[in-house]
RNA sequence: GCGCCCGUAGCUCAGUUGGAUAGAGCGUUGGUCUACGAAACCAAAGGCCGGGUGUUCGAAUCACCCCGGGCGCACCA
């Protein structure tokens, strides 16, 4: 489809050049609303109406009599006000488009940094937003030929992790021995423990001074401080992988701020900014002692500035995310140490970073593009970072430094009352309520995977497709699985999603489950079909080897002109295209949409034409022909989605 | 106060870098099961695209101004 796109705005490009000397770029090309009005629209005659002082419908017209004859077109048709419809030869497009077109190979590491959670409590479903756009991202990007690194970053000496160990050694006054003990999901023990401290602190503000303690504690190795934020954040982040690796998100590598401070990643960052004077020192002021970054264009009122480094000497968060952010791209000159940390059962292993290497690991880091996909609330921080490196001279990596924003997920109302959440007045008189780990507000990831779970092993058993109950489980999950990322997946990212239980546990309509039903259906025909003639593959190949249309059956004819058929054919031919443009506008929604539209429309015509008992040979390959083509992009797209095709539904 | 985002059918959302008659799903009403399984299909009802002004051959889309809502703007992360 897009070398069809090319050659023809090449050929246009080229034909209003001679007759009209006018360059036009780009030469946009669309899908019009109906397929009365054919494949692609053309509205380039508007564009030269403006140019020559012309009526575009004119101009159209002349164009479409003029211009000499491009393959694979039956004709090229003015219509409306002035737009150049493009009728596709059905035969000729589909002989194309049904073998699966390669994609080369790019080069330049590109590094995705998503999930980040705070090691220190249970995931919940902000976090799973997250973790599905990110790896719904790499699956994409992977299949654009990108060599793809996923890092998700852990923040094991920050605040939140501060808390839970603050909360074991003062609140529950446990040792480690004891912590090691706890038989509870440990995750969720900390989530209600994390909001207990944070009431603690609240009762009585003067502990504060216990936090800082320990979080002083953990940064310079005070044990048994130390050894318990250590035990506590490992624990966690091995929840975490457990959780992600249940709607199949995997990860490369575990970046953990504990190295960058003792590798000293900082040292080296702040020797290299006050080097090229991207941070000053205040000497007077509110923020007396502190070095600090000036950005914003100098002819605007004020410039803002951003505290790097405390009047303390401590570096801010921003800071060490800035030296982190030059490490992604082999600005650092330094490097972690490297130690597995985890294999999944395919096989994959994720690594963690330490202090002293270990000898034969991966390479990482160093990559030519980076995407961070963080939620919008930190779009100024992320700035910030940039604007670091663009302070350091570094332009390059500054403009390949892509902040991957997307709104939060809130909760509704019904969604509040349905966990049993008591609001305040002011959260109650919201249209939606923030999650908040300190108040332990939420819907925890493995609480709802529990509940989908359980719903679809539901459905599943009602079906009674599975002897086996291990099968029926897989199979279960599967369409969990489906139904929750792509719940996920279809909002566009700008929107908050209000989430509400009734709608992300439907398994009818636009959902994963719909989608995964029409390839299940697709594959049931390829099924049966193997059982009554194991050589069709043979018949529609012969199919395919014909030349002319004209040398199709009378009945296969017929249904190269039926519409159903080629729409499908139409919507498959975009695959590719629409992955191009969910990259670039950082839109998973879009195939999503995608995906969903297919699968409506293959509903459609398995409705209409039943394969298996089509008499006539020609007719029935060229049905298979499109069920086909159809089925492999509905898998493709699923597959870009990280939903499974399950085996029955 | 400043900045970013959102406002489209009763509800939840799409709307292809300005294009043809604004589309889905849920919900509502009424139809379709002889199994390539109905987790499906068909049909109906439902819209001053928050309001206004402008730019344009053309605006849900762009600009400006309002109105309503969300989120940021720490020597927290």
Redesign the pocket.
């Known amino acids: 489809m897009l070398k069809l796109i090319e050659s023809l705005q090449a050929a246009f490009r080229a034909h209003v050049k001679s007759q009209y000397d006018v360059k036009l770029d ?1 030469i ?1 090309a ?5 397929l ?3 494949e692609l ?1 053309f ?1 380039l ?3 030269l ?2 140019k020559l002082k012309r009526k ?1 419908r004119q101009i159209a017209q002349e164009i479409a009599e003029r211009i000499p004859p491009i393959e694979g077109l039956v004709r090229l048709e003015p ?5 150049l ?1 493009v009728f596709l030869d059905r035969w000729w497009f589909l002989h194309r488009e049904v073998k699966a077109q390669p994609i080369s190979p790019e080069t330049g590491k590109v590094i995705v940094e998503h999930t980040n959670i ?1 090691p220190n409590k249970a995931a919940h479903i902000g976090h799973l937003r997250n973790a599905v756009i990110g790896d719904s991202f790499v699956r994409q990007l992977r299949f654009l030929g990108y060599p793809v690194e996923v890092q998700n970053y852990i ?1 094991n ?4 992790v501060a808390d839970v160990v603050t909360g074991f050694i003062y609140l529950r006054k446990l040792a480690l021995r004891n912590i090691e003990q706890i038989s509870e999901k440990f995750d969720y023990y900390c989530w209600d423990l994390y909001a207990e401290v944070s009431q603690w602190y609240q009762s009585d503000t003067s502990r504060l001074e216990f936090r800082q303690r320990v979080l002083h504690e953990i940064e310079n190795g005070h044990e048994p401080t130390a050894s318990i934020a250590e035990y506590v954040s490992t624990k966690i982040v091995k929840a975490h992988l457990l959780t992600m690796n249940r709607i199949g998100v995997q990860y490369d590598l575990l970046p953990r ?1 504990s190295e960058i401070l003792h590798l000293k990643f900082w040292e080296q960052a702040f020797n290299l900014l006050k080097e090229r004077q991207a941070i000053q020192l ?1 000497v007077q002021g ?5 070095w600090v970054m000036k950005f914003g264009s100098l002819e605007t009122a004020l410039p ?1 500035s ?2 790097i480094v ?3 000497g ?5 800071g ?1 995310d800035i030296a982190y952010q030059m490490w992604k791209f082999g600005l650092l000159a330094k490097d972690f140490g490297y130690q597995p940390f985890y294999t999944y059962a395919n096989g994959h292993q994720v690594w963690m970073t330490t202090i002293k290497p270990t000898p034969q690991s991966p390479r990482f880091g160093s990559g030519s593009r980076v995407y961070n996909v963080i ?7 992320q700035k910030i970072v940039v604007e670091g490196l663009r302070a350091l001279g570094f332009n390059q990596q500054a403009e390949n430094s892509v902040h991957f ?1 997307y ?2 997920v ?1 909760l ?1 109302p019904r969604c509040c009352a349905e966990l049993g959440i008591e609001l305040t007045a002011e959260d109650a ?6 999650v908040s780990g300190r108040k332990g507000l939420g819907v925890k990831a493995d609480d709802l995977l529990d509940r989908l779970l359980a719903k ?1 092993r539901e ?2 058993d ?4 599975f002897g086996d109950p291990a099968e029926a489980s897989r ?2 999950s599967q ?1 969990a699985v489906g ?1 929750l990322r792509y719940f996920l997946a ?9 989430f ?1 239980f ?2 992300a546990l ?6 994963g ?2 989608v ?3 390839a ?6 390829f ?3 193997e059982e009554q003639d194991p050589n069709w593959e043979r018949d529609v190949e012969e199919l395919l080897g014909l030349r002319r249309a004209e040398d199709l059956s009378g009945p296969a004819q017929a249904l190269l002109q039926d519409d159903t058929l080629w729409e499908l054919i139409l919507l498959a031919a975009r695959v590719s295209l629409m992955v191009r ?1 969910a990259v670039e ?1 950082l ?1 998973i ?2 195939l999503a ?1 995608h995906a ?2 297919t ?2 429309k293959f ?2 015509f ?8 089509e008499q006539d040979r020609r007719a029935k390959c060229l ?1 298979l022909c499109v ?1 086909r083509k159809t089925r492999d992009s509905l898998v493709q797209m699923l597959d870009l989605l990280g939903i499974e095709v ?1 085996e ?2």
């Open positions: 780009p946009v669309e899908y019009p609303p109906r009365e009005f054919g629209a509205p005659a508007f564009e109406a403006k575009p219509a409306g006000a002035g737009y419809n705070n923040d000496t920050g605040v939140q701020e205040e509110p923020n007396r002692g502190c803002e951003k505290i405390r009047s303390n401590t570096v801010t968060y921003v060490k939620d919008a609330r930190q779009s100024y921080l924003s709104e939060m809130a509704s008189a919201k249209p939606y309520v923030e679809s459905e599943v009602r079906r009674g497709n199979n279960a369409i139904a279809r909002f566009s990212r700008n929107s908050v999603i209000a509400d009734q709608e439907n398994f009818e309509g636009e959902t489950p719909y995964q039903y029409s299940v259906r697709a594959n049931n025909i099924r049966k079909l443009q506008t839109e929604s879009t949409k969903f539209t699968a409506q509903n459609v398995y409705h209409k034409h039943h394969i298996l008992s049905l069920a399950p029955k539904m």
